[in-house]
């Protein structure tokens, strides 16, 4: 069974830096695809970052392309969502996710596992 709880949000200025983790108490982290997602308020959930169980393939949506880095410790049982010059729209609840496979990476129905979020508020 994996178990995700995230951590690390919070209040943060434009251009500021957050690192989300996410932890599984689960045995079986390693085998598993890992990704964040956000829902910012008054829209709909969205696909921020994801990678392989391996940790060597990763994909980023355009928005966070070259700010966000998302990385894997699989030893710890954690997926860290690293966030470099945040900006105002990055407020939001960050979802960390986990599925078997890999296809359709950015689709958040096909994850089977989901934390509980942590918040994101970055003022202007």
């Known amino acids: 069974q994996v178990q995700l709880v995230e951590s690390g949000g919070g209040l943060v200025q434009a251009g500021g830096s957050l690192r989300l983790s996410c932890v599984d108490s689960?045995?079986?982290?390693?085998?598993?695809?890992l990704g964040w997602f956000r829902q910012g308020p008054g829209k709909e959930r969205e696909f921020v970052a994801a990678l392989t169980s391996s940790g060597r393939t990763t994909w980023y949506d355009d928005s966070v392309k070259g700010r966000f880095t998302i990385s894997r410790d699989n030893a710890k049982n954690t997926v860290y969502l690293q966030m470099n010059s945040l900006k105002p729209e990055d407020t939001a609840v960050y979802y960390c996710?986990?599925?078997?496979?890999?296809?359709?990476?950015?689709?958040?129905?096909?994850?089977?596992?989901w934390g509980q979020g942590t918040q994101v508020t970055v003022s202007s």
């Open positions: 996710a986990a599925r078997r496979d890999f296809g359709a990476i950015t689709r958040g129905d096909l994850y089977d596992y």
């Open positions: 689960g045995r079986t982290f390693s085998n598993y695809v």
